[in-house]
């Protein structure tokens, strides 16, 4: 394991590519791929893609102001669902155009926090104290969580089809 | 689950995006994300990387045209850590570069096998009979396995920096 304290650098290199490496994967590909899910209750790749806008729009850049601010109020919960009804109508190919991300890493970069500012701390409506550094560094982990959840979704897909190779497929045997 | 038969089409739009979304998602990274591992024996992205290659190299495409060229003889068997000595030397960015799946594709498309040609048979060494259409659903699994892979490991890295975030972030328990 290589497990390294949060740093924004790091951070931002990160939030800066996974709307291109989402959209080099996912734009273009047939039904067969994006609106396959992991079975009842579980989320298709379009569903990921609306899921994750909502969290540029509600989730990262407003908590992170809500701790710079000092407020003392939790924030405000984070609808799971919102991008069932949000992406209704919208292509997949609409939605990767919506890149909130640009702008969401350029307003992280303009707070200038210092490492001190990482140690501030927020209250989470069911985690408690949380710091900003904390904050930052899942919005990285969640964006990873997600990447793998698409490829995962998606390898499902043809599951049965890599016959005898599904023994070496572990991917295919991840939260089934 | 949407589990779905082979399908030429929908194999070739996957495998013709991993390259482009891998290198949106590693390029320029700092060596805090490509060069850490999951512990012990696992790979870092940059390895991963490797491997990729080696596959294009040897695998794939030499075992389609094995199975479309009546071998009885098994495959040749995969070296599955090539990489470590062939990667030796070279960046990332190096490797990225080596696009050999472009002309592997081509090469696919270019045997223009039909229906009956997918359930033509090849000898595994250790998996006894498979199909063409299995190694190439194999071939896309594949793929989706090492995005996620490198995902996942990419998550590990903040795994202590999310603090009570973890709880949420399901990604950071799996193959551990």
Redesign the interface.
């Known amino acids: 394991?290589?497990?390294?304290?949060?740093?924004l650098?790091?951070a931002v290199?990160?939030l800066e590519?996974?709307p291109?490496?989402?959209?080099?994967?996912?734009d273009?590909?047939?039904d067969?791929?994006i609106?396959?899910?992991?079975?009842e209750g579980t989320w298709s790749p379009y569903d990921v893609i609306g899921h994750l806008i909502h969290g540029e729009r509600t989730d990262w850049i407003p908590r992170a102001r809500h701790i710079l601010a000092g407020e003392t109020r939790p924030f405000e919960p984070f609808d799971r669902t919102a991008q069932f009804a949000a992406s209704q109508g919208k292509s997949l190919g609409e939605l990767l155009q919506i890149d909130l991300r640009r702008e969401n890493v350029a307003a992280l970069v303009g707070m200038n926090p210092t490492e001190a500012d990482f140690e501030r701390k927020g209250l989470?409506p069911e985690?408690?104290?949380?710091?900003l550094?904390?904050?930052l560094?899942?919005w990285?982990?969640?964006d990873?969580?997600h990447?793998?959840?698409i490829?995962?979704t998606?390898?499902?897909?043809?599951?049965?089809?890599?016959?005898?190779?599904t023994?070496?497929?572990?991917?295919?045997r991840?939260?089934v």
Do not use: C
Request: charged fraction near 15%.
């Open positions: 394991m290589n497990q390294k304290p949060f740093n650098k790091d290199a990160v590519r996974t291109a490496s989402l959209s080099a994967l996912l273009g590909l047939p067969t791929w609106r396959s899910t992991e079975g989470h985690l408690g104290d949380v710091t550094g904390q904050l560094a899942t990285v982990v969640h990873l969580d990447v793998a959840q490829a995962r998606m390898a499902k897909v043809y599951g049965q089809a890599t016959g005898p190779w023994a070496y497929l572990s991917i295919l991840d939260r």
